[in-house]
């Protein structure tokens, strides 16, 4: 390990502890966060207390050359500046070089979302006669009915979700635990999941306490979810591009629509920040524009 490792070593153990950051998120800091000590030693410099403003400038202007977008040199300015800020905590260095770092302006996109029409044909799509098909339904009613990522769904636990209460306990970023009501609908397509189909699947393999499983009796992964998703998004003629949000998109904007209160949207999506939120009242105000411009006679 050289003078630039250890830092960042011991940066991402205060993060992974005090912050309980997801492993994903841990491991794009960490990839930032060697990027940009490679450019240091290429710089010659030899430890952090050496870093100015001009080589972190330098070093954001390389990326931009090599192609990568506003929102990633965003991203690595803010993995560049938090990690800055904990080397002055601890001493490590004397200054913070990112204190007049500018952001860049980022063009705000609106998250793709199906219509309540596109949502139906989707989770009519899976074959019900046989156990996939039912544990599709059940998957997709449920993600469209608490709004939760696809993440949180494949870790999702038998005990986690409360038929006869009509809720499920998800556990989000940094293991943060929020509950979620279900419609009947979700309750109903996870109940016959669990009376039907679960037990075929599940066969002579090691039992698991998944919620969700494969043919193969074992957790579904994120992949092997998205997947399916997209199959039947092909089955049920449904055109746009999706995401793998879709339905968490699509859940927002139609609690919205139908007045829904902001606070509770949050809570139930397991936003940090309301600002994360209110994006889905910018889709829902778009929606009635796109609306008025096709049936106003005179739009």
């Known amino acids: ?14 993060i992974r502890v005090e912050r309980q950051l997801s492993a994903n998120t841990l491991a794009s800091y960490r990839r930032d966060l060697e990027a940009y000590a490679a450019h240091l030693e290429e710089q010659q410099l030899k430890n952090f207390n050496e870093v100015t403003r001009g080589n972190i400038l330098l070093h954001l202007e390389n990326l931009r050359h090599t192609g990568k977008t506003a929102r990633t040199v965003a991203r690595h300015i803010s993995s560049i500046r938090s990690f800055h800020q904990f080397l002055l905590r ?17 063009e705000q996109k609106l998250p793709r979302v199906l219509s309540i029409e596109e949502v139906d044909a989707l989770i009519a799509a899976p074959d019900r006669s046989k156990p996939q098909g039912i544990r599709d339904v059940a ?5 469209y009915a608490s709004g939760m990522r696809i993440s949180e769904l494949i870790e999702l636990d038998i005990e986690d979700i409360h038929l006869t209460m009509g809720f499920v306990r998800v556990f989000g970023k940094g293991g943060k635990e929020r509950i979620v009501p279900l419609g009947r609908g979700a309750l109903n397509a996870v109940s016959k999941y669990l009376e039907r189909a679960r037990y075929e699947l599940q066969g002579s393999y090691p039992k698991t306490s998944a919620l969700f499983i494969n043919q193969r009796g074992k957790r579904l992964t994120r992949q092997g979810c998205w997947k399916l998703i997209k ?3 092909q089955k049920a003629n449904i055109q ?3 995401t793998p949000h879709v339905l968490r998109h699509s859940f927002a904007t139609h609690l919205i629509e139908n007045g829904a209160d902001l606070r509770a949207v949050q809570e139930m999506l397991g936003h940090a920040d309301i600002s994360t ?23």
């Open 1 to 14: 390990m050289n003078a630039f490792t250890y830092p960042i070593e011991d940066y991402i153990h205060f």
């Open 231 to 233: 199959q039947h998004a």
């Open 277 to 299: 939120t209110q994006i889905y009242t910018h889709v829902s105000k778009t929606r009635l524009s796109e609306v008025y411009k096709q049936f106003h006679p005179r739009a």
């Open 139 to 143: 998957m997709l009613e449920l993600l």
């Open 90 to 106: 601890e001493k490590v260095t004397t200054t913070d070089p990112t204190v007049h770092l500018e952001m860049p302006q980022l």
């Open 240 to 242: 746009k591009e999706l």
